[in-house]
Antibody
Framework: EVQEVESGGGLVQPGGSLKLSCAAS????????MSWVRQAPGRGLEWVAS????????FHVDSVKGRFTISRDNAKNSLYLQMNSLRDDDTAVYYC???????WGQGTLVTVSS | QAGLTQPPSVSKGLRQTATLTCTGN????????AVWLQQHQGHPPKLLSY???NRPSGISEKFSASRSGDTASLTITGLQPEDEADYYC???????????FGGGTKLTVL
């Protein structure tokens, strides 16, 4: 069964950091582009970042550039999102997604609040 | 980053047909086509269609996608109560090198 399981979310103060992880299984992880997509409470979907199968190319939405970094470890079938300088408007459920958005995890909630 | 344009809401009757639209530009929908996602309240999204009308296995033929120029469409036939959900379109933008999303359409089945 294809599956992604996110972890690492939680409550953090503005300016703080968190690292999200996604454990993938049931498919050849190293063959796929992977992405993070987030959804603020009561809002729509927003793409955050994507990474090439071999990790050689990474793309981030403008609002997180310089603060968030997507990475992967193909040996561990894992995707990561390092989030620094967190702001209130980063509060959202963060989903780990296999491209082309055909497999989604259950998401992990990140709450940025003082 | 500019997003795709979707109508906020559409209402149709039971067993009717709904057509949802998604308008972008020549760098995204007009170039790469769109993916369509369905999201029920409290659940992750589910892929309905990619690259215009490729359905993943297990997705009903009642969902049909198409594209004309910079506008993508999702047609849902024989509406049932379980089709009531939020529908999102997305496309890779070659100019922005980013995925862009529409704001979503809330489909109500009357």
């Amino acid at each position: 069964e294809v599956q992604e399981v996110e972890s690492g979310g939680g409550l953090v103060q503005p300016g703080g950091s968190l690292k999200l992880s996604c454990a993938a299984s049931g498919f050849t992880f190293s063959n796929y582009w992977m992405s993070w997509v987030r959804q603020a409470p009561g809002r729509g979907l927003e793409w955050v970042a994507s990474i090439r199968p071999d990790g050689s190319a990474k793309f981030h939405v403008d609002s997180v550039k310089g603060r968030f970094t997507i990475s992967r470890d193909n040996a561990k079938n894992s995707l990561y999102l390092q989030m620094n300088s967190l702001r209130d408007d980063d509060t959202a459920v963060y989903y780990c997604v296999r491209d082309p958005f055909d497999q989604w995890g259950q998401g992990t909630l990140v709450t940025v609040s003082s | 980053q500019a997003g795709l344009t979707q109508p906020p809401s559409v209402s149709k009757g039971l067993r009717q047909t709904a057509t949802l639209t998604c308008t972008g530009n020549s760098n995204n929908v007009g170039n790469q086509g769109a993916v369509w996602l369905q999201q029920h309240q409290g659940h992750p999204p589910k892929l309905l269609s990619y690259r215009n009308n490729n359905r993943p296995s297990g997705i009903s033929e009642k969902f049909s996608a198409s594209r004309s120029g910079d506008t993508a469409s999702l047609t849902i036939t024989g509406l049932q109560p379980e089709d009531e959900a939020d529908y999102y379109c997305s496309a890779w933008d070659t100019s922005l090198t980013a995925w862009v999303f529409g704001g979503g359409t809330k489909l109500t089945v009357l």
